[in-house]
């Protein structure tokens, strides 16, 4: 009986684990070795992507963490248009009215779709109790000798990685680069949350606001 009883949790806990163990973390960061590290003061926020909602929502989330943090920040959907792509000469009109000496993007780049198998198990009777060997069975030798059979649990879910980039406007070169990856991408909310503390604590760290 425990022996099943720890199988069955374990059943049960595999979907909630894997729910609970849903992580936004840094990967790797790079910075750039020939331009000096220093502070800008206001930045230009932009996520792409088809979605206008999702956009709306990742550069509202940093943007309301970086001005909390005293960093002047606009999210780009105020400044460029939405439902297109952005091109050269929108970026370049939007940032220059903007007065931004920074421009962050971010983008997710790659998704892949992973695989969780938790195995079956099966206790074989000590006998069969059908149909020949029914009338041997009494209730409670039944309750002594029956089994139990469990499929194998099968759960699929997404990790995403998300590309950070913060840029200089003055030079227009890539200063600093940033992958993050998710395994809740379905969960804009939360991951915007954390994207967001992971970036503003990077920079922070890097000397760049």
Known sequence: MCSFLLKLMG????????????????????RNPDKPMMKHHKLVLVYISRSDATRRLYEDVLASELNRMGVTSVSGYTLLPEGKRV???????????SGADAVITMQTVQVEQRMNVQPGFEEIYPDYWYPGA?????????????????????????????????????????LWAATIRTSDPGNTISVSKKLASIVVHSLIKEGLI
């Open 11 to 30: 059943l049960i806990l595999v979907p909630a684990l894997l729910f609970s163990c849903a992580t936004t973390s840094l990967v790797d960061t790079w």
């Open 87 to 97: 091109n050269r000469q929108i970026l370049a009109k939007g940032v220059e009215k």
């Open 134 to 174: 029914f009338p041997r069975w009494d209730m409670y030798g039944y309750f002594d000798g029956y089994s139990y059979y469990e499929p194998a649990y099968v759960s699929t879910y997404e990790v995403a990685m998300i590309q950070v980039n913060f840029f200089d406007v003055q030079s227009g070169k890539l």
